[in-house]
Each structure stands twice: as C-alpha cells, then as structure tokens.
C-alpha cells in the first residue's frame, strides 16, 4: 500500500535515526559515501546540472522509501539521470525546469495533505456518530480530536491514531482514560513491534477490565501487565495471540486483571502453543477459586 508524501519523509527519518541506532559504523560508513559522493558531482557538474542531479536523487530515494521496492526507485533513478544528460542546462531550461518541479511538488504535497485529512476526520466522525448520542457527536469528535494532538514519542502516524482513538471509542474507553491508553498504545508497539491497531486492542481490554472491576487506578494495572508481558519468555506477537484467544476468561470476577496474564504467561512458558492457550489457562484460573 503505497505512503502519502509525508509519511515518505516520515518513514525516511525514522530509518535514518533507527540506523544510527542500531548500527553507528554503518551510518558513518554511508555518510563516507555520500559526502565524497556529493563533493564530486558539485565538482564535475555545472551548477544547474547538479542541482537536477540532487532532485532526482531525492525523487528516487522517496520512490525507494514509500514503496520500499529497490527495482521501481532504481528505474526512477536511471530514468531521471538519463534525462539530465540528455538536456542542454540553459538558463531558461533550468528555470523551467524549477518551476514546474515546484507547481508538482506543491501541488502533490496539497493533494496528499487534504486526502488524509479527509481521511482521519471520516475515522473521527465514524467513532463520534458510534460512540456519542445524537445530540453530543460534534463534541466527543473535538475531544477525540484533541487527544490526538499528544506528541508522545512521536512514532504514530495520524492515521494510525485515529484508527486507534476509533477503536477506543467503540470498546468505550471513557474518554478521560484515553490519552494514557494512545501513550500506553504507543509504547507498547514500539517495544514489542506489533501493529498500533492490535496493541490498542489489548490496551483497551485491560483497562474496561480494570474499571469493570473497580481498580482505583486502571492505568496502573494496564502497566503491570506491560511489565509482564516483557518478562515473559516468549515472543511478543505469541502473547498477543494467547490473549486474543483466551481475553474473555480476564473478565471473570473471580480472577483480575493481573492474575489472568500472570498465568497466561506462566502457560506460554510451559509450552503450551498460543493459539492453543484457552483450555490450559482456563484450567489453571478455576483451580484459583477452588
């Protein structure tokens, strides 16, 4: 599915700073490439000629990162060099050049601005129309709205927001609660690399059980159970589907929010498959009220 034009440039600073992260010599080790790289065309290229030669780089990579398909940025690429070479730079052709590129990008960022806004104000009215009555839907999207505008660590995308504010919305998280559950949302995703989407549902099961059973602090016991699905000895994407499988047994009243993924995590651990989860889970919860 292809990125609208900010969430390209989104998608490339983030892999920037996570390869910094992760890997500092290859970091430098590119920045030995491009440096050199750039100090030569500048050198064997006039002025205008590089300058073109620097935005069909720019075109390529943002080709690269939104479709992550090397074969389609490497025809950009080669398509756009050849071009350049094929072009007497004047003056006028320069200038020409620079205009219609800047009416395109502006014209393509403005369009791709407006259709996702559009689209996350849709996402917005949806869960406000849902979850509010008729006369209180405009309200409760501006509440949704300004939740949304939480900076947090900055990994969410404002679709990926709304879709997981929407979610909320129709689990009935109260809305006070919300804005800890997208940062708790957020976390958690990054943490264990699961989809926003699927961690917001586990985020708002915890917390309606936790206010369901009276908890005084719903987002204290949502953080436990960040911290014990951490501990746990298996991958995160099995954790989530034992708790997809077995989420209803965390309802019980005789059980608890925290006793339910202490044994969740106690029977990933011994073995068991996740998708085969609910029996051995449900079995050690009822030895609990005996």
Sequence with gaps: MGQSLSEAFRSLGAVIKSSYQLA????????????????????????????VLFLVLAVALLVYFSTKN??????ALAAGLFSVYSVEWSLKNFL??????IIFSVVAFLSSSVRLASRVEDIYRQAAVLSAGADEWEERE???QAISRFKGLGMLSPTEKADVLRLFSFRRIPVPLMKAALQATE?????????????????????RAA??????????????????MRDAAVAPSDFFTAFEVSRNLMFREDIGVEPYFL??????????????????????LDMLDI
């Excluded at 044994?263 to 079995?283: C, F, I, Q, T």
């Design 263 to 284: 044994n969740l995590r106690d029977v990933l651990e011994a073995g068991v498959r996740p998708e085969h989860s609910y029996e051995p889970l449900k079995s050690k």
């Design 24 to 51: 500092p010599a290859a970091v430098g080790c590119l920045l030995i490439v491009v440096i050199p790289g750039i100090a030569l065309v500048g050198r064997w290229s006039e002025t205008r000629q590089a300058t």
């Design 96 to 101: 020409s050049f620079v205009a219609i590129w």
């Design 187 to 207: 976390t958690v995703s990054i943490v264990t690399k699961v989809e926003p989407i699927r961690v917001a549902g586990l985020i708002a099961d915890v917390t």
């Design 211 to 228: 206010e369901v059973a009276g908890d005084s602090s719903a987002q204290g016991v949502a953080d436990s159970v960040v911290q014990t």
């Design 142 to 144: 501006k509440q949704l």
């Design 70 to 75: 090397y074969g389609e940025a490497a025809l």
